[in-house]
């Protein structure tokens, strides 16, 4: 599965729906879980609460089986006009990849087709817990 293979799964992903609380399914998420199976999520963002696509994508793994490692995490958005946006997780998202799996500090977070980051290169200070005295 390439970077670019697993960008257009969270491509099409994509489906979003006014409701009358909030925007739903303008992200979607695809992840390449460590059973080599892709996930994929989209947005819900409500008013009463929200989920981004990462945090869906990655509820629908757990759901699925017994499966907590992600190898490769990406999520996309389209402007009004149609072009294909590949974006960062947020802090709420790198935090809930790592705690989902210490391993996932090695997941490859897509930022582009040609660019990938390791979740620990984006959570510094991930291990910092420093004792006082
Ligand atoms: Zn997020």
Redesign the pocket.
Known sequence: MTNEELILKAASAINPKQLKNGLVGDVGCALLAGNGKIYTGVCVGIDSNGY????VAIGKMITDGSEYVIKKIVATWKDEEGYLYVIP?????RQMIKETDEKNLETEVILDKDKIEKLKDLLPYHDWWKKQD
């Open positions: 981004c696509a990462e945090r997780p947020c802090g709420h998202c």
